[in-house]
């Protein structure tokens, strides 16, 4: 199996491996790199349960192979949060709002939010689901994770 | 201030939002291979030959395993829904003369990495021999089908019948009687999460760890012990954080037999995670039920006598639920409503498609839809009100509890209720009688706007037991040891809550265990809603032993009567005089053995309880929903939504909405979208997210009233407590239909209340029948 050279950086470190070219993004992240938060939900591009942010940009993990990340720049999960100790304003209203049961699906949806809150600081409700339909979420029936949004954008606004 | 009650923030959070959460894909052995397994393509086959010649020659190939490699292969058994007759079908972990649905594992392959084993699965030849296919029921059971199984005739391996009152002379006595069949479709559980297991077998020690094992873990370790012929005490399950269950995840499947086997067979560790169009086909599927039922009622709408058949379709194999699909469908089908004549002919039918199991409110949703549906039809039929007609016949208040009445496999009492207050509540929170007249008046502008209600009872907190160990350690933290399980329910956190109070600690000084064999010895698992009533209460009797320690600990430290101490903040205080006091960690380390074993006193502080019960405690509630038809694309739009549920007492409010609302976004997905359609040929046609559609974000109500009560706890358990978990979905597809059978103006019978089929049902098409229905 032919493999390349991929560098790339991800939540501001780099990284340089050997990868074969047929190995998705996703796995290269999770097997080869122990970045574990990004989850194959179904590694068809439905779930988003795999969301990444890629130059800024959500991107479904699962329908990119590594070697395309050459160069690139991405953001996963581990990297949301500004510190060890500290949370992001989403994953603190979804903690507080109860946006999340079992967990799979919040990654990419935490992802997917941080994306929508950057090009649209003040989202209506609306909009917010709008941007999530390409997340499934099996557990949430999705309310509260609308409402943790639209909490989270107030709250950065505020800053 | 006391958590029970209280909307506390989840324990289990913090890592699955920093993505630190251990799902079993996410661990990592040191040489850990990769397993995949090869599923037959055909729906209906005899195996003339497997050729694995080609594909073990593959570079990275460490071996492949066929049931000829397994000689004493076990079937799986059934753990529960034993109706007998049913162990004539059962699976066993690789077919071995004879593949009966698309997906039946057929081979394991296991090699460097998935890659690799997924390239090895495309060579391994196998020489299949067609044999008729059957995916109706009704087709199955005919004189003539093709047979799945040698020892089970026409396909129908159980049938039985419950019994209640005289249906013939209540029949008799009726002025109208209505009879109709009706159908609810195949879907399932579908968690975001697929199956995985990493089996591990340490060859020096004989001991073999399992992870990913959960909701049955500890009766899973003991079917694993005797089909491997290892000692459960040289079998480790653990289980790692879970991407949600609904009945589905957890079951013994034959994957749970093959990766531990070949972890021992090949000495290596192997990761085995199933991909989504695998779980389409290899998952527990559920739901699909046919029903003839016959109603008879007085002019004035009370009820005399149901009567039904009802087959139950099991897919290929009996899983490890039997009939419970079936058994819960029958116990539940008079719904909260007087009816003392009743009689139901079950008939368990195989299938050329996935066996079967739960899925949450197992076949209660099916039969919920069914009589709320009936009784609206009946409504009509007499020109009363549907609510009139459910006023009518509500069980009161005053008959409580209620007892359901003679059943071959239980005895359910509907513990405490007031089914019609709660009932007028609904249609006066949700404006009942305005939407009566808006529909009325958009019907004549012509919309097809309606409301449809949905009224349940929930079954819960099933038995037979629950075990806890409560402990306090050397720093004065307390450890609950549960025989429960999280598949993402928040449980970790209730028990939390309810250990924390009974020992006045903070709830970040509580940690729970669960799912770990090695640390939890005995345990029935989370299932059923019954995590709550059942791991709760036995929490609650742990704790309260060791109460009494601390107490009889700090007694004698301070030399003051037990009755004069009590629990404050993780210290136990003389009353009337808080200098004298002792903190848990004091205690601890009084109860250490050195010193405990010198005062003549059992060192520790760790005290075991188990909570019994075999009567259910019963949620109840009402599904009401109000839809927007187009009739020119037959498309529902749920405008409004109003779910209310009495549990008895919540011990995270936030929690218990959570599940309310996860439910209702599957019951809405099983009403108008989710379906596992086979074609003739037993083909599977969803084994993708684009063909088996789950609810977004964007197919939720646009206003949702969420309305849980604490009205009647039960008197069957310390908390009062009645399980949450699947109140939200009971009655979704009841209530959706009624909704739209009231906007379009027709008897809708079936589910899914797809677009053609609504369509069809208002004349502008016509659909050829060419493939299997539900």
Same mark, same amino acid.
């Given at each position: ?9 991800i ?5 340089s ?5 047929r ?25 988003? $349960? ?7 940009? $959500? ?12 160069? $690139? #720049? ?9 510190? $060890? ?17 079992c ?7 935490l ?23 390409? #997340? ?24 | 201030?006391?958590?029970?009650? =209280?909307r ?11 993505g630190?959460?251990?799902?079993v ?5 040191v040489g850990?291979?990769?397993?995949? &397994? ?25 071996? +492949? ?7 004493g292969?076990?079937?799986? @058994? ?9 162990e004539? =079908? ?21 090699a460097?990495? *998935? ?7 495309e ?5 299949y ?14 004189a ?32 109208l ?11 399932a559980? /579908? ?21 990913g ?10 079917i !694993? ?7 459960q ?20 499947y034959?994957?749970?037999?093959l990766?531990p ?5 090949? =000495?290596r ?6 991909? *989504? ?8 599927? =559920? ?5 003839? +039922? ?15 058949e ?13 009939? %419970? ?6 116990? &539940? ?20 498609? %996935? ?15 069914v ?5 609206d039809?009946v409504?009509?039929?007499l020109?009363?009100?549907p609510?009139?007609?459910r ?33 007028e ?14 529909s ?16 349940? /009872? ?21 450890i ?6 999280? !598949? ?9 809550q309810i ?8 709830i ?12 939890? @010895? ?11 009533v ?30 004069d101490?009590?629990?404050r903040?993780?210290?136990v205080v ?14 601890a380390r009084?109860?250490l053995?050195?010193?405990a ?6 060192p ?8 019994a ?8 509630? /009402? ?29 995270n ?18 009403? !108008? ?6 074609d ?6 969803? %084994? ?14 646009? %206003? &949702?009233?969420?309305?849980s ?40 019978t ?17 659909v ?7």
């Amino acid at each position: 199996m032919s493999t390349r050279q991929v560098r790339l950086t991800i939540n501001g470190r780099e990284y340089s491996r050997e990868v074969e070219i047929r190995k998705l993004l996703t796995d290269f992240l999770r097997d080869d790199l122990g970045l574990t938060g990004t989850h194959v939900g179904c590694e068809h591009g439905v779930c988003g $349960a795999c969301t990444i942010l890629w130059n800024g940009e $959500a991107v479904r993990s699962c329908l990119v192979f590594a070697v395309q990340a050459n160069g $690139a #720049n991405l953001k996963t999960v581990e990297g949301l949060a500004p510190s $060890a100790t500290e949370l992001h304003p989403l994953q603190k209203k979804f903690w507080e709002l109860h946006g999340l049961q079992c967990g799979f699906c919040t990654p990419g949806i935490l992802l997917t939010a941080e994306a929508l809150l950057k090009e649209n600081p003040d989202p209506s409700e609306e909009e917010i689901r709008e941007s999530i339909s390409g #997340n499934l979420c099996r557990c949430t029936g999705y309310q509260n994770i609308v409402t943790a949004i639209r909490e989270a954008a107030k709250a950065m606004a505020a800053k | 201030m006391a958590y029970i009650g =209280s909307r506390v923030k989840r324990k289990e959070d913090l890592r699955l939002l920093r993505g630190t959460g251990k799902y079993v894909a996410d661990i990592h052995r040191v040489g850990m291979v990769h397993a995949a &397994i090869l599923r037959s393509t055909y729906a209906h086959a005899r195996i003339v030959k497997i050729d694995t010649t080609a594909a073990t020659k593959l570079p990275g190939v460490i071996g +492949i395993l066929t049931a000829a490699d397994i000689p004493g292969m076990k079937t799986i @058994p059934m753990r529960t829904g034993h109706i007998d007759g049913l162990e004539r =079908s059962q699976q066993t972990p690789l077919a071995t003369t004879a593949v009966r649905y698309v997906g039946d594992p057929v081979a394991v392959v296991v090699a460097e990495s *998935r890659y690799l084993a997924e390239d090895a699965l495309e060579l391994i030849e196998v020489e299949y021999e067609a044999l008729g296919v059957v995916t109706d029921a009704h087709e199955s059971m005919r004189a003539g089908a093709p047979q799945l199984h040698e020892t089970v005739p026409n396909n129908t391996p159980a049938n039985f019948q419950v019994n209640v009152g005289d249906v013939d002379a209540a029949f008799r006595n009726s002025d109208l009687i209505l009879e109709e069949e009706f159908s609810t479709q195949r879907h399932a559980a /579908v968690p975001l999460e697929t199956r995985g297991l990493v089996a591990e077998f340490d060859e020096g020690r004989g001991q073999l760890t399992v992870w990913g094992p959960t909701k049955m873990t500890h009766t899973n370790w003991s079917i !694993l012990s005797d089909h491997l012929g290892l000692p459960q005490s040289s079998i480790h399950l653990i289980e790692p954080d879970v991407g949600g269950g609904f009945g589905a995840r957890g079951e013994f499947y034959p994957e749970d037999f093959l990766i531990p086997f070949a972890s021992i067979h090949f =000495s290596r560790p192997i990761c085995w995670i199933e991909d *989504r169009s695998e779980n389409l086909k290899a998952m527990n599927q =559920s739901r699909q039920q046919k029903y003839q +039922i016959k109603i008879g009622v007085k002019k004035d709408g009370t009820i005399m006598a149901l009567d039904a058949e009802m087959l139950f379709d099991m897919g290929g194999y009996t899983r490890t639920h039997g009939g %419970t699909p079936a058994i819960s469908a029958s116990s &539940i089908l008079r719904g909260p409503y007087r009816i003392k004549n009743y009689r139901l002919n079950v008939f368990c039918v195989l299938t050329n498609k %996935t066996p079967v199991g739960t899925y949450r409110s197992p076949g209660r949703y099916e039969a919920n839809f069914v009589r709320e549906r009936l009784l609206d039809t009946v409504a009509h039929r007499l020109e009363l009100d549907p609510a009139d007609l459910r006023r009518r016949n509500m069980i009161r208040h005053d008959e409580m509890p209620y007892d359901l009445g003679k059943h071959p496999f239980n005895s359910w009492v509907l513990d405490t209720g007031d089914y019609p207050a709660q009932f007028e509540n609904a249609l006066a929170r949700i404006n009942y009688e305005k939407l009566k007249s808006d529909s009325a008046a958009a019907k004549k502008e012509g919309r097809a706007l309606g409301v449809g209600i949905g009224c349940f /009872v929930e079954s819960s907190g099933i038995g037979p037991w629950e075990y806890a160990r409560v402990e306090v350690d050397n720093t004065g933290q307390v450890i609950l040891y549960s025989g429960c399980n999280s !598949l993402g329910q928040g449980i970790a956190t209730a028990l939390s809550q309810i250990v924390a109070d009974e020992l006045q600690v903070s709830i970040d000084d509580v940690r729970v265990i669960h799912g770990d064999t090695a640390k939890v @010895p005995y345990g029935n698992g989370s299932n059923a809603s019954r995590s709550v009533v059942m791991a709760g209460s036995a929490a609650v009797g742990a704790s309260r032993k060791v109460k009494e320690k601390l107490l009889q600990l700090a007694s004698a430290a301070l030399e003051i009567e037990p009755g004069d101490l009590f629990l404050r903040d993780g210290r136990v205080v003389a009353r009337g005089v808080p200098e004298r006091t002792q903190g848990f960690a004091d205690l601890a380390r009084l109860a250490l053995p050195g010193t405990a074993l010198k005062q003549g006193v059992t060192p520790g502080i760790s005290e075991e309880d188990f909570f019994a019960s075999d009567k259910r405690p019963f949620p109840y509630g /009402v599904h009401i929903a109000v839809v927007e038809v187009d009739r020119a694309t037959g498309i529902v739009k749920i405008l409004d939504y109003l779910v209310t549920e009495d549990v008895g007492r919540k011990i995270n409010p936030m929690i218990v909405e959570g599940q309310v609302m996860g439910g209702l976004a599957q019951g809405i997905g099983g009403a !108008l979208l989710e379906e596992f359609v086979y074609d003739n040929d037993g083909q599977p046609q969803a %084994t993708s997210f684009m063909d088996y559609l789950i609810p977004t974000a964007m197919e939720m109500p646009k %206003t &949702i009233q969420l309305i849980s009560t604490e009205d009647f706890p039960t008197p069957l358990n310390p908390l009062g407590v009645k399980g949450a978990g699947e109140g939200g979905i009971s009655a979704a597809g009841a209530a959706l239909a009624n909704a739209v059978s009231n906007a379009l103006g027709v008897e809708v019978t079936k589910l899914p209340l797809k677009p053609d089929y609504l369509l069809e049902l208002i004349g502008r098409i016509k659909v050829e029948s060419h493939q299997e229905n539900a």
